[in-house]
């Protein structure tokens, strides 16, 4: 079997998200440049992934915020394998653990600077980029100042 040695787009198309009921927020959000969390409204926790109830007290009464889209890169590796044939032409990228400032962590990538130059507790902004026409994924730039 022959090995596919650049990018494949249909099989990157094959892991775009799907967007569920609970979720659907969240990635409509990115699409419009925004990153929105659930906020419980009971207790105030930030959380993510989404759910419906709040991960700390229970509650299902749960809101979406904008978040200030800024956090601190908790942890990162470089992926310098193939291990996907969707992300040959990225090789080498970055995956990163952000602690948002809202509390959540997410996994995301640092993106516009070499992989290496990324230090955990660099300072990121959110930077949705599209996909698709109709979807955007997450990623984050080194934040200003
Ligand atoms: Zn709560």
Not at 16 to 35: I, K, Q, S, Y
Not at 66 to 76: E, K, P, R
Not at 110 to 127: D, H, K, L, N, Y
Request: hydrophobic residues 35%.
């Amino acid at each position: 079997m022959v090995e596919p040695q650049t990018t494949d787009r249909s099989a990157k198309a094959a892991l775009l998200p799907a967007p569920t009921e609970v979720d659907a927020p969240f990635w409509a959000g990115l699409h419009e440049g925004e990153l929105r969390l659930q906020r419980c409204t009971a207790c105030q926790f930030y959380q993510y992934p989404p759910e419906t109830f709040c991960y700390e007290c229970g509650s299902t009464a749960l809101e979406w915020k904008v978040a200030n889209g800024l956090g601190t890169v908790y942890s990162f590796i470089t992926v310098h394998q193939r291990y996907h044939a969707a992300f040959v032409d990225d090789l080498p990228y970055n995956v990163s653990i952000v602690e948002l400032d809202e509390g959540p962590r997410i996994l995301s990538n640092v993106i516009g600077m070499p992989s290496e130059s990324v230090t955990v507790g660099m300072r990121v902004q959110a930077s949705p980029r599209p996909l698709t026409e109709e979807q955007s994924a997450l990623y984050f730039e080194r934040a200003e100042g």
